[in-house]
């Protein structure tokens, strides 16, 4: 699965746009793009994934350039619950399901 | 949330007992998975099924054996625990294979001493 590259950390201000970017510029035409989060000691939160669209649903946005080498995961007003590591994976999708592999993640804090 | 439970939520155990961890879903997903999460290691994939009695190795098998004899329940066992063995486990389902999301449990933390 390719690599991906976050922020270490980043801060939106309450009922701001937080918009966390994401580089896999090594990324394969059958990888897809995830997103997950994880607020402290609780299982990590399945967000979005996309293969080449843009996504859309009821927690956030995923944009994807056009070359898929990376992308932003838009929450469009963050609150203080939002705040929490976010991870960026890239993974194959095969016939199989297959792990996730979580790296360091983006730390956002979301301040009041 | 996705219907999936895990227990215990928090065990304490001596080196060299055995321990069990259950993971029961209510979804009816094909697709489930243990993982160990450790400080500067992120989630590490320990063993996955992929329907009963079909189950395989992930990255950190050794020392930990699975069994899923129905759908809802999928069981990680310490067949000795040592200290090392020591995090926090979560239990994962996903519908199917493939492009699939997987959702978490809300995890066991588990000390061996």
């Known amino acids: 699965d390719a690599k991906t590259t976050q922020p270490t950390s980043m801060d939106c201000a309450e009922g701001r746009a937080a918009n966390l970017p994401c580089n896999h510029s090594t990324i394969s035409g059958n990888e897809y793009v995830y997103w997950y989060r994880q607020i402290h000691s609780q299982g990590p939160q399945y967000i979005i994934h996309g293969l080449k669209n843009n996504e859309t649903n009821e927690m956030a946005s995923l944009i994807i350039t056009e070359d898929r080498k990376s992308s932003t995961l838009i929450l469009p007003h963050a609150t203080l619950r939002d705040t929490a590591v976010y991870y960026c994976?890239?993974?194959?999708?095969?016939?199989?399901?297959?792990?996730?592999?979580f790296g360091p993640g983006t730390r956002l804090s979301v301040l009041p | 949330d996705a219907g999936i439970t895990q227990s215990p939520r928090h065990k304490v155990t001596e080196t060299g007992t055995p321990v069990t961890l259950r993971c029961h879903q209510t979804e009816n997903h094909r697709y489930m998975y243990w993982y160990r999460q450790d400080p500067g290691h992120g989630l590490r994939l320990i063993h996955y099924s992929y329907g009963v009695k079909d189950t395989d190795k992930g990255e950190v098998s050794d020392g930990y054996s699975v069994s899923r004899s129905k759908t809802e329940d999928f069981l990680l066992t310490l067949e000795s625990a040592t200290s090392s063995q020591t995090s926090v486990y979560f239990c994962?389902?996903?519908?199917?294979?493939?492009?699939?999301?997987?959702?978490f449990g809300p995890g066991t933390r588990l000390t061996v001493t």
């Open positions: 994962a389902i996903s519908y199917g294979g493939g492009s699939y999301e997987q959702y």
């Open positions: 994976i890239v993974r194959v999708a095969d016939i199989y399901g297959q792990n996730f592999v």
